[in-house]
């Protein structure tokens, strides 16, 4: 295979990630921000189980294999942001925590969502410069 199509393949990977991540992001705010909301409480159950376990992923603490893959770049660097800054691990262990046990999460909890998908989309943009000088 090609380089362009390896690039390819992983900005499809990355892209259909940061998608269900996003999506799943939102559905949790709505419930817990009370928005008026048009999911139904499987999709929300879904969606919490989704970013429970990216999180799980994150802070190595797996409690099952995910049903979309993390590609090991942006699983690593997101390891290596939390493992540096103990105060921004403690705060993601929280998040998980409220989410393992379903309390309501707090605004702090989606300002650190709001920073993996941040970080994702990062990777995704990078990604898509790199096939595009490719070309």
């Known amino acids: 295979m090609n380089e362009l199509s390896v690039l390819s393949k992983q900005y499809e990977k990355i892209s259909k990630l940061s998608f269900a991540i996003n999506k799943a992001i939102l559905i949790l705010k709505k ?10 409480e499987d999709e929300f159950l879904k969606s919490a189980e989704l970013i429970k376990n990216l999180l799980a992923a994150i802070l190595n603490s797996h409690e099952k294999e995910m049903e ?26 929280e998040t998980y925590n409220r989410l393992r046990n379903q309390q309501t999460l707090l605004e ?3 300002r ?11 990777d995704r943009s990078a990604t898509f410069r790199k096939m595009r000088r490719k070309r």
Do not use: Q
């Open 68 to 93: 979309l893959s993390i590609p090991h770049s942006i699983l690593n660097s997101l390891k290596n942001k939390y493992k540096i800054n103990s105060f921004y691990y403690d705060e993601l262990k």
């Open 31 to 40: 419930k817990f921000l009370n928005i008026n909301h048009s999911f139904t």
């Open 108 to 110: 702090k909890d989606f």
């Open 112 to 122: 650190e969502l709001d920073k993996i998908v941040s970080a994702i989309g990062a």
